[in-house]
């Protein structure tokens, strides 16, 4: 149960990531190929919220993924909606 008898809660947090090699990013391993400069460390914030009564929990959340390289125009973000129904 959330706080004060309340049947949600928010939740919020913060992740950091470093990667040395990507191959989506840098391209094949064992030859030349095309790549891009990528960014060796990334952020992603997420926060949601979640409301449960006795047979439905309900939960959305909203992930913001820092830029993973150079020439990205915009971060990349999603949003995600879970539904449970517990029988």
Do not use: C, M
């Not at 095309?34 to 949601?48: D, L, M, W």
Request: net charge positive.
């Amino acid at each position: 149960r959330g706080v004060v008898g309340l049947p949600g809660r928010a939740v919020a947090g913060v992740t950091g990531s470093a990667t040395a090699h990507s191959l989506f990013l840098d391209g094949a391993v064992f030859r030349d190929s095309t790549s891009v400069e990528k960014r060796p460390f990334t952020v992603a914030v997420e926060a949601g919220v979640t409301i449960t009564t006795a047979a439905w929990r309900v939960t959305f959340t909203a992930v913001d993924n820092s830029r993973a390289f150079e020439n990205q125009i915009a971060n990349q973000g999603y949003t995600s909606l879970n539904v449970t129904y517990f029988w």
